[in-house]
């Protein structure tokens, strides 16, 4: 059993080693990758999502409870313990929902029961992540960015049920974060959030700073900033409802600013 991962520090573009020699990640972690655009955050969980072995550009390390990853790992994907929720998905097949879910359960799952409850699980968790709820029906090429990131998100945290799950700018497709979070925080996982967003960086436990492609540091996120992160959270909120005015085709002529002071 997966207890924790480690990263074994490397080095940026330029050779500068990471600030870290080595990072414990422990089950129940939520960790946030952070950084300006073409700063490595996704040449890190491309290190972790390889289990790199000193084998990459970075020459990090990545340790399965303080050994190296067993070769099945790689080789087999039944038994790869990461799961990866990428900002592309060209790649799901053209199924109705329903065929998606029960296909990859029955895979995953032998007993009819565990099937069936797998798949209404996954949907109930879907659907709390997104504005628009996903119908059984609905064939997978069709839903939104949103839908399918959610969708993706839920099947990766109970179909799978991998230990550790990555997440690559989720913010981008719409999806109610902060109920993403704590859905998430109910599964005793290593959640790996690639991201820009301060609502996520500030409810994650700690995150790692990345710049010229490698970890410059790592900040725990103190009482101060859970104490702003109520704030955040409401400012993001009214940003969420004036975008949704729009879409429906209304004027913008005023908003709430209740309780962001």
């Keep these: ?43 890190l969980i491309n290190d972790i999502e390889l289990f790199a072995d000193a084998d990459t550009p970075t020459r990090r390390r990545i340790l399965i409870n303080g050994n190296r990853a067993p070769a099945e790992y790689r080789d087999d994907p039944s038994r790869n313990p990461i799961a990866l929720i990428t900002q592309h998905t060209s790649f799901l097949s053209d199924l109705p929902v329903d065929e998606f879910l029960y296909t990859h359960a029955g895979i995953r799952r032998t007993a009819p029961g565990a099937v069936d409850a797998a798949v209404a699980e996954t949907l109930a968790f879907a659907n709390q992540l997104t504005g628009e709820p996903i119908a059984l029906r609905s064939r997978m090429t069709e839903l939104s960015g949103g839908q399918t990131r959610s969708l993706l998100i839920a099947d990766a945290t109970i179909i799978c049920d991998t230990p550790i799950v990555l997440l690559d700018e989720v913010e981008n497709a719409g999806i109610n974060r902060s109920r993403a979070l ?80």
């Design 1 to 43: 059993m997966i207890q924790e991962i480690s990263i074994l520090g490397g080095c940026g573009r330029d050779g500068t080693p990471d600030a870290i020699d080595r990072l414990d990640l422990r089950m129940g972690d939520v960790v946030s990758v952070v950084g300006r655009t073409g700063s490595g955050k996704t040449t």
């Design 182 to 261: 704590e859905l998430l925080r109910g599964y005793r996982k290593i959640f790996i959030f690639v991201t820009h967003d301060p609502r996520i960086a500030l409810l994650s436990d700690y995150r790692l700073v990345l710049r010229d492609g490698r970890i410059e540091r790592v900040l725990y996120t103190d009482e101060r900033e859970r104490q702003l992160a109520p704030l955040v959270g409401r400012l993001d909120d009214v940003l969420a409802d004036l975008r949704d005015r729009i879409r429906e085709g209304a004027r913008i002529d005023s908003f709430d600013t209740r309780g962001l002071t």
